[in-house]
């Protein structure tokens, strides 16, 4: 293996991705307008507040709901966070929670709280392929269910829920239903009318929007209680004077991945599949993930047994590769994330989480592909 490359490859944009120069450029233009507080009275608050205003309802048309619905965070597991404290926080009699065994920790740990609290929680398993199955889902369902949530689409695997058929399963019990739509921004319709959902959950640094920018969509008439106290901004649901240009930015971003998303998935997803052939023909036993179910098409998670996770993915990123693990990698341990054991309990070896972006060109997955038989064979465990 040749360590001596020039150029890095990037396949971690499920973590992160880098600022879209437009919406750089659109944060800049509102910028000044921006720098006041949206909750004064005077002319400069009245700008600010315009400018906040003309980001919600573009996030609003995107998500195909009324402009009331949306209150900006900061971020997803805000969002997620005040999705089910908030719900819980507001309930009456009703004191059952269910979520997937695969959801992210901002949803799986606030279910784990709430359970604390003396909460009922369910935890619905998914098959092999990671999907959520209806009928099991609507059986963990009962006359008590105050909120079940369920992520549009897991950031590991890739694996796209059928959030339309569940969401209707949760309402016919009388139940409220989220879903954590950060992975599935850019990928996925996010028409909420069309979903049924009464809560969604977006992240703008998944879409080339700003970091600590979110959005939390409420269907109307849903109960939700605050988490943050104070000024009572975004219709009480999320005190805090709002940051105006972070909130640009996301809508500019969120408009510019939904214009988008057809074009992009086309040309990433042919990428994600050579890079997925490829490695599962080069390295003997690795296994991609989810595969057979829908997926977005910008994850590969590929387990290889019998390899060191931490070893992987320092090898990879000495040959310039920036990837991510499925796997918890503590010194000395071989223990998947809860994701892959849900899948498996038995998985044992390196799971690598390879994600593509606007940006990913044929040459670097052709490279990857090259040097991935001799850093598996490299990250081998030795006794």
Known sequence: MNSKQNSRIYLDYAATTP??????????????????????????GRRARAVLERARDRVARVLNAPRRSIAFT??????????IFGTARAATARRHVVVSAIEHHSVSRVADELESQGFSVTRVPVDSRGQVDVAAFASALRADTLIASVMYANNEIGAVQPIR?????????????????????????????????????????????????????VREGTPLSPML?????????????????????????????ESERAATSARVGPLRDALERAVLDAVAGARANGAGAPRLPDITSITF??????????????EGIAASAGSACTSGS??????????????????????????????????VARLLPGIAASAGITA
């Open 19 to 44: 600022l879209d120069e437009r919406v750089r450029a659109a944060m800049d233009a509102v910028r000044e307008d921006g720098a006041f507080n949206p909750s004064s009275p005077h002319a400069e």
């Open 74 to 83: 900061a971020g997803g597991t805000e969002s997620n966070n005040l999705a």
């Open 165 to 217: 058929e569940l969401s209707a399963a949760a309402r016919s019990r009388g139940a409220l239903f989220h879903t954590d739509a950060v992975a599935g921004a850019g990928w996925l319709p996010l028409d909420t009318a069309a979903l049924g959902v009464d809560l969604l959950s977006l992240s703008a640094h998944k879409f080339y929007g700003p970091r600590g920018a979110g959005v939390l969509y």
């Open 229 to 257: 106290f104070g000024g009572g901004q975004e219709s009480g649901r999320r005190s805090g004077t709002e940051d105006v240009v972070a909130a640009a930015g996301l809508a500019e971003a969120l408009a510019l991945a």
């Open 305 to 318: 047994p019998d390899r060191d996770p931490a070893a992987f993915l320092m090898l990879l990123d000495l």
């Open 334 to 367: 071989l223990e998947p994330s809860h994701v892959i054991a849900a899948l498996d309990p038995g998985t044992r070896g390196a799971t690598i989480r390879f994600s593509l972006g606007r940006a990913t060109k044929l040459s670097e997955v052709e490279r």
